[in-house]
Each structure stands twice: as C-alpha cells, then as structure tokens.
C-alpha cells in the first residue's frame, strides 16, 4: 500500500512538472517572438524617418515665431502641400516606431546599465510622442493652412497662434530636451553594459544626433543619415539573435528523489540494533 501511495505521489508530482514545463516553454516562445518583432521596429523606423526628412521641402522646417516667418513659409507649403502632408504623417510614423525602438534596445541591456536603459527608453518614448505632437502642430497644420483657400493674413495669423500656444511649447520643450538626451543616455547604458560593441553604442548615439538635428534640405538628406540607418539594422540583429538565444524549457522531468516507506524503516531497524 505504501508503495501504491509512492507512486501515485510520484506521478502527480511528474504530471504537474510537466504542465509547469509546458507552459513555460509556450511563455519562452511568446517572449522571443515578441522580441523578434521589436527588432523588426528599428530598420522600419529608420526608412521612415529618413523618407520623412527627404520628403520635407526645403525651407519648412522653422517654427513659426511670428507673421513674417508664416507669410514666407505659406508660399512654400502651398506648392507642396501634397508633400508636406505625406513627409508629415511620416514623421508621426517614424517617431512611433522610434519610441518603440528605444524600448527594443534597452531589453538588450540587462545586467550593468539597465537603470540608465530604462531612463532612456523612457526618455526617447515621451520624446518621440511630444515630436509627433509637434509634427501635426507644424508641418501638417502648415500644409492645411496652405490648401485652405484662405487669406494669407488669416492664414499667417492661425499658424501664429497654433505655434505660441501653452501646450504648443510646452511639447517643443520637451521634444527638444528629450530628443537630444535620449540617445546619449542609451549610448552610456549600451557602453556599460557590453551587450554590444562599443563602437556601436558610439554609433547609435552619434548617427541618432545627427539624424535629429538635420534640417529640410532636401534628398541629401539621406547621405547624412546613413550612419543611424546603419546602427539601427546592427541593433536590430543582435536584438534578433538575443531572442534565438533564449535557452527553450525541456519538457523532461528530474527523477524524483527515492524515499524510505514507513514499513520499510521498520523492517530494518530490527537488523541495524541486532549486529
């Protein structure tokens, strides 16, 4: 009977490693297609934001301060309002797919530095949400106000407003303060960690700088940038290959270990007192 018991102890004991182990190995794949699709977001992003500053026509890319600098930049919008409005709702793409992108990278960084990734994933997110903002504000709201069939002053005078209203600044504040900071607070956590190589956190970081602070200038753009695009398809590689080194859960069982019935106990305790 004891040993009946023992085993069907050990059964239940197996059976429930075996759904712990099943469900472990369906959570591991989850995680690593998840990951997967993260590292997908960084090459994404990088063609978006490249497409969306060399579609920006030259000379749109100012904050309109006042009604001079709305009157000369109507013009323009209304000669390539179509392209404004696609190189616009590019960069709200791009931005989305960046502040996503920031928090693919920092999953890479989880031993030394991951306080500083996390900083900057959260930093590159409100960011990358506060220049989609200023985006709508700016260069799609131009190209509206350029198509309206509206008097210039009338015109001049909206973009004025749009532009020196409290939320407006208060997003162009952000945007610039984060946007400049995000990427040297990732570079510092990719440095530490050693999850890649230095010369590519040096990369991300300068090629992300520069990305940011080119103007609208035309499809030259695109020469300028070429070192972000090329950080983000690396990061994107070795997020992809840190989910395929994920060690998968076997659905084997440890031998359990042997036990000594009660009877058993007894039986031998008669041998050990008599020698």
């Not at 990358?128 to 106000?145: P, R, T």
């Amino acid at each position: 009977m004891a040993t009946t018991a023992q085993t069907l102890t050990t059964k239940r004991a197996a059976g429930h490693l075996g759904r712990r182990n099943r469900k472990e190995n369906v959570a591991g794949k989850a995680a690593r297609q998840r990951q997967r699709i993260l590292a997908v977001f960084l090459p994404i992003t990088a063609v978006l934001y490249i497409s969306a500053e060399a579609l920006d026509s030259r000379g749109t890319d100012q904050v309109v301060t006042s009604t001079a600098v709305a009157l000369k930049l109507l013009p323009i919008a209304a000669a390539h309002s179509s392209q404004l409005y696609l190189s616009g709702s590019l960069s709200v793409l791009a931005l989305g797919g960046l502040a996503v992108s920031y928090a693919a990278i920092a999953a890479l960084v989880t031993g030394r530095g991951w306080v500083i990734a996390t900083i900057a994933a959260l930093l590159g997110g409100v960011g990358a949400f506060a220049g989609a903002m200023l985006n709508v504000i700016g260069g799609i709201s131009l190209a509206a106000a350029a198509s309206a069939h509206m008097a210039p002053g009338a015109a001049a005078r909206f973009l004025v407003t749009s532009f020196g209203s409290v939320p407006s600044q208060v997003v162009e504040y952000v945007y610039f303060a984060s946007e400049y900071a995000a990427p040297v607070v990732m570079g510092v956590a990719l440095w530490r960690s050693r999850a890649v190589p230095r010369w590519l956190a040096v990369l991300f970081t300068a090629g992300l700088e520069v990305a940011e602070s080119m103007g609208a200038i035309g499809p030259k753009v695109v020469l300028f940038m070429l070192p972000f695009a090329v950080a983000m398809i690396l990061l994107a590689a070795r997020i992809w290959r840190a989910a395929a080194r994920r060690t998968p859960m076997t659905g084997t069982t440890p031998a359990p270990a042997a036990t000594t019935s009660p009877d058993t106990a007894a039986a031998a305790l008669p041998a050990t007192s008599g020698s």
